[in-house]
């Protein structure tokens, strides 16, 4: 039923709407959590608001599951229609332009070692898109709901369930060609980390069973573009991965320190936009991106 003192035409909060429309089409209430950046217990509570006020059950709940009512299903396009509508006249208010715009928040190294060299590509595919790529390193939420797609670093289960796996890399070190002149020792060698990552030293060396030195001291930087650029200029070793150090090991600005590599358990993951918030720049890129990753 409406608040008391709402008159009948009364509209619902757009929370509730939200929740619902997120629940109804992921099945889960865990997963429209996980979307819409809110506890499960809130989208529960949200979607049941929903229900009293309009006097329907809209979901069958279930022990593990959770399907549409017949209430549901017929309210779930009018909800889909309204959001859509909404959208459309957002962009026609603000500028018939905005569907060429993009925001990509982005890992930084993943934007410097994949992403920027093959812009070119982009942009003869889709000239007329702008892309603003936001590079943050250790608060990936800062900005993530003003950006409308995000790439982050990350292992699996720390991600949503709206995250779409882009990579499966294998870790191993990487130098300048000569370094060490050309006989590299890791003794005796400065080695490069990128900090907060389980791909480091201590689990490359765990991975064939060799000993580790706990007392060398290894430079820790907040970036990979940090430690791999130093290795690009001859300062040490880097640890890196395929899809960042691919292009470098194919121009010869990077060489394998040694054959061996290691699974690594972090990967890149792609953020959609919800598909409300869909626009031709989101829908191009997304594209594009499929095209240029191999399947995982």
């Not at 890992?107 to 702008?130: C, D, E, G, I």
């Amino acid at each position: 039923m409406p608040p008391p003192g709402s008159p009948p035409s009364s509209l619902p909060p757009l929370t509730w709407l939200r929740a619902f429309e997120a629940s109804a089409r992921h099945l889960s209430f865990t997963r429209a959590a996980a979307e819409l950046n809110l506890t499960q217990s809130a989208i529960s509570q949200h979607v049941r608001s929903l229900e009293n006020f309009l006097g329907r059950e809209l979901f069958i709940r279930k022990t593990r599951a959770l399907e549409l009512s017949e209430a549901g299903a017929n309210y779930m396009p009018i909800v889909r229609e309204a959001f859509d509508l909404i959208a459309a006249g957002t962009q026609a208010f603000t500028g018939g332009d905005q569907g060429r715009h993009l925001v990509l928040q982005c890992n930084m190294a993943f934007s410097v070692f994949w992403l920027s060299p093959r812009l070119p590509r982009l942009y003869a595919r889709f000239p007329w898109l702008v892309l603003n790529i936001v590079t943050p390193i250790w608060d990936p939420e800062r900005h993530a709901s003003s950006a409308g797609t995000e790439i982050r670093f990350g292992r699996p289960n720390d991600m949503s369930a709206a995250a779409v796996r882009l990579t499966r890399d294998r870790f191993y070190p990487v130098c300048a060609p000569g370094y060490q002149g050309g006989a590299v020792d890791f003794s005796t060698a400065t080695l490069l980390d990128c900090a907060g990552v389980t791909s480091s030293w201590g689990a490359w060396f765990k991975s064939q069973n060799r000993p580790f030195d706990r007392n060398h001291e290894i430079s820790l930087a907040s970036t990979y573009v940090i430690a791999m650029t130093a290795a690009v200029n001859g300062t040490g070793i880097s640890m890196s991965h395929d899809t960042l150090a691919g292009g470098l090991l194919e121009s010869g600005q990077l060489v394998r320190a040694s054959d061996h590599s290691a699974e690594q358990l972090e990967s890149y993951f792609l953020m959609p936009p919800p598909s409300h918030a869909s626009t031709p720049a989101s829908r191009a890129f997304l594209e594009w991106l499929e095209g240029e990753l191999p399947p995982v």
